[in-house]
Structures are given as C-alpha cells and as structure tokens.
C-alpha cells in the first residue's frame, strides 16, 4: 500500500510540475502550450486529487472553442518565444477563431465528454448536475460541428484532415496514406540532397527526445506542409475538403467519437436537457456505422481512406478501440479481447503496444509505431469493463500500475523491456496513472 501512496505521490508531483495555473501542459519545453486530450486526460486523473482543479482543466480547453464549434488540437502559450508556432497556424485566418487566443485550426479524438463525465461522477448530485449544464451547450456545439464539417455527406462517421487529429502522429495508415499521395518537388529535392538533416535544427522534439524515438523529418516536412496548405485556405472547411486531398476516417477518432456521443445521451438523459432532434439522429446513425470499419475479409476494424472507401489493412492500437464504443457487436467484442492476449501480436510483457509486433512497421521506440502508451491502454482497459472482461481489465491496469513503478511517468515505453521513452514527466501518463490506482477492483 505505501508502495502504491509513494507512486501516486510521485504521479501528482508531474502534475504539479507542469501545472501552468488554468491548464497543465503535455511536458514542460517540449509540450509547451495546451492539447486537447491531453487536458482530458490530465483532468480524469486530477479529480482524484482535486475536482475543482480537475473542473478548471477542462473550462480552460473552451477557451480555444471556435464560434463554430470546433475544439481545437492546440491553444498555444503567449509566450514570446513560441511566436513561430503561433504564426505556422495563424488561426487568426479564420473568421470563427477566438479573438483571444491563438489556436490550431484541427481538432483531436473527442475524449471531452468523457473528462466532463468522469469528473462530474466525484460530485454530488446537485452540484453534477450544475456542472453538466454549464458544459452541455458548449459540448453539443462541438459534436454538431464534428458532424457538420466533418462527416458532410452524413454517413455517420467523422473525417480526419491531418496526422495530429488522430492522436497518434506517425501511425502507419496515415504514412501509408502519406506516401501514397506523392512528394511535392521541394520536399524531393530536400530528401534527395540530405538537406533534410537541418530541419532538426527547428524541430523541438527531436531537440528534447532522441531521433530514432521520433518520425522522420521528411515525414515531418509533409505533415507541415498539410498544415501550410490548410492556411493558405484560411481554415475554410470547403476548400480543406477539396477533392483530390488527403483525408481519412480514423478508426481511433471514430471509435471515441462514438462513445462520447453515447455519453452525450447520458448528460441530457441525467439533466433532462433536450439534445437537438438532428444531433439525436446522427448520434443514432453514428452508433450504426462503428461496424462498417469491420473489414469483413481480414476480421478486423481499419481506419478507411475516405476518397476510395477503402479499408487501409494495417494493424495498430486503434483496431482494438472499437471496444471502448461499448456499442460493437460481442462476437467482435470477443475478437478483439483474443487479439489483445495474443502474443504474435498486442499480446506483450508490458502494455498494449501502438503496433503490434507482428507488423513491418514495429519499432518498439518509435513513438506511435510501437512503443506503449498510456491513454491507449486506459480506453482498453474501460472497454474491457463495459463489456464484462473484469478479469482481463484487471490484469492490464496492474501491467500498467507496474510499468509506472518500475519506470516512471514517461511518455512512452518500450513494450519488450519497459524502458521510458520519450518527455521524461509527461502528464497523462501521470494522471492516468492515479486513475488507475485509484479505480482499480
Ligand atoms: C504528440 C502526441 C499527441 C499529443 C501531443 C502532446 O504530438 O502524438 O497525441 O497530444 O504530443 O502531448
């Protein structure tokens, strides 16, 4: 037990540490200004600790929310020295950006009604229901623009227009996608003469982190080079969406879009506040079309490219998050829970990794093509519970419990020998550490 307190002090302390008053920060000089999921994240395990800290968390993120209502991956410090990245994105472009602050232009999965939630669940009822009325409008506003600007010929699932949006930076599907889609001339020219060594000098992770822990920087340059394109079009969704364009349904978006839409019915359902009839009816519809990323052939979820419809057949993390919908079919349920234990692929010593071993992309310190996360392991570990796997769930929350005792709050891990990887004091490694320990049977 002092074992355990000792952890979770250690845990708090990250927090702490990067607590910058209304909001935490990723890590401190690599993780410099505020992300979406992260504050989500930070706030499920700060409610341990402190609920109204954990309330503030997850107000501070609205203060990036568009008129439109899209949430932003990003609201940047307004500290001199980042005035680069604010300039790379210049929200300010947008005619819906907040005056105030300076934010990116995507968005990130929409775990936000999950934070809200869990967060509302260590108060009383009153004072729950109080809380959830100040966040459901803004809320609601956010899932009708992901449904709006994201899913336009309302199929039911969401589109995602950059690598960032998925959470998962270098997934494979998005560099296989990435690839596809050809290098314009001036990235070729750089990769073909080495120039691309001197992007290093304004990376700021591959400044903190070693490079072989992060994706290339040709891969890099295209990634910026999405985003210098989406602000030549002012962050105007039409002209985003253009044809011909790099888009795909991410599978882990998806997956965590619909469940927040789920928990979405529960807040209106507990504050018998009316959602609007169309959001009802595409929450219905999103609910349904979860399983059309099945791939009936391979018998797994895959996230999808969207311009060809099909289904990009490469295993990662995301294909076991169809669990935390709640809402799959249990047969696949089942699949899935065998996938997770199977040793040829997420079955590992440490926790389940962002790519599996059997996969040509597995490279257990990179970054999101095999090390293992956190946040990933913690949207299993609820899927298991919803769908009765107790036993299963109980095992990975202590492999996680342990990965942290022996290692510490890093970023990552690599999932063979459990080494840190990554910012050292990264914060929802932390707070979803306390989660755990504090949520564990
Ligand atoms: C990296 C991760 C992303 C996270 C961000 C800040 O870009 O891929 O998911 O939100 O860092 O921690």
Not at 8 to 33: F, I, M, R, S
Not at 191 to 204: H, S
Request: aromatic share 10%; proline share 5%; glycine share 6%.
């Amino acid at each position: 037990m002092d074992e355990q307190n000792n952890l979770q002090q250690t845990l708090a302390d990250v927090l702490e540490l990067n607590n910058k008053g209304t909001h935490t920060t990723p890590a401190a000089h690599l993780y410099p200004h505020q992300w979406l999921w992260d504050s989500c994240f930070i706030a499920i395990g700060l409610r341990h600790i402190d609920v109204k800290k954990a309330q503030t968390e997850i107000e501070s993120l609205f203060r990036g929310q568009w008129s439109n209502g899209l949430m932003p991956n990003m609201i940047f410090s307004d500290d001199r020295q980042y005035s680069l990245d604010r300039k790379m994105w210049s929200s300010h472009l947008s005619p819906f950006s907040p005056g105030d602050y300076a934010t990116s232009g995507i968005t990130q999965p929409p775990v936000i009604a999950e934070a809200i939630v869990r967060v509302g669940e260590k108060m009383k009822k009153t004072e729950r229901i109080q809380w959830y009325k100040k966040m459901l409008p803004k809320l609601v506003a956010y899932h009708e623009w992901l449904f709006r600007d994201r899913d336009p010929h309302k199929g039911g699932l969401t589109i995602q227009v950059h690598p960032y949006e998925s959470g998962m930076d270098n997934s494979p599907p998005w560099i296989i996608q990435l690839h596809e889609q050809g290098k314009p001339w001036w990235i070729s020219f750089i990769e073909k003469t080495n120039l691309d060594k001197a992007v290093n000098l304004v990376r700021r992770d591959t400044t903190h982190v070693n490079p072989g822990q992060r994706m290339s920087n040709i891969d890099a340059l295209l990634y910026w080079n999405i985003i210098r394109r989406f602000k030549s079009k002012s962050w105007d969704i039409d002209k985003m969406l253009h044809k011909g364009d790099f888009m795909l349904e991410d599978l882990a978006f998806n997956s965590i879009f619909t469940r927040a839409n789920q928990i979405l019915l529960k807040i209106s359902n507990e504050t018998r506040v009316k959602l609007p009839e169309e959001l009802v009816e595409r929450i219905a519809q999103n609910k349904k079309a979860i399983e059309e990323m099945w791939s009936e052939q391979e018998g797994r979820y895959f996230s999808r490219d969207f311009i060809t419809r099909k289904p990009i057949e490469e295993l990662t993390v995301a294909s076991l998050l169809p669990l935390y919908t709640g809402v799959i079919s249990k047969e696949r349920a089942e699949s899935l829970v065998k996938l997770l234990k199977d040793t040829r692929h997420f079955g590992m010593r440490y926790p389940a990794p962002s790519v599996p071993v059997s996969s040509d992309f597995y490279s257990p310190d990179r970054f999101w093509q095999g090390p293992s996360w956190l946040n990933t392991n913690w949207l299993i570990i609820d899927g298991l519970k919803q769908f009765g796997y107790i036993e299963e769930a109980n095992a990975l929350t202590k492999t996680c419990i342990d990965l942290l005792e022996k290692s510490g709050a890093f970023e990552y891990f690599n999932p063979q020998s459990g080494e840190g990887l990554g910012a050292k004091e990264f914060s929802w490694t932390a707070a979803l550490g306390i989660d755990l320990i504090n949520t564990k049977s």
